[in-house]
């Protein structure tokens, strides 16, 4: 019983990728449990996590594979702004989309 305990938890959850070229792109999305898997496997590859339910529900509503349109943009931008700075990442430089990758 070696399990780190979860600081969220979530009734709907989405992830997102962005590789620095164009718009985020939704790769995930759940409700009740497929969403606490999605929290958990993010947490085992030490993927940031950010509870925002309104924007988790406007962007529960894009297909998998879509890019988020620009209505989110913003309130994107913001959370990975937030993200990238607590984690130290230049969102500017080359090779951003392995900064995460096992």
Do not use: C
Request: hydrophobic share 45%; charged share 25%.
């Amino acid at each position: 019983m070696n399990e780190k305990p979860s600081l969220f938890t979530a009734s709907k959850a989405v992830a997102l990728r962005w590789d620095g070229q164009g718009a985020p792109q939704v790769t995930a999305t759940g409700m009740g449990a497929t969403a606490e898997q999605i929290l958990q496997i993010a947490e085992a590859h030490d993927i940031p996590l950010e509870s925002d339910p309104a924007l988790a529900e406007a962007l529960a509503q894009i297909p998998v594979g879509d890019e988020i349109p620009k209505e989110l943009y913003v309130a994107v931008a913001e959370v990975l702004a937030f993200i990238f700075a607590l984690e130290g990442i230049d969102p500017r430089r080359p090779g951003l989309e392995d900064s995460h990758q096992d």
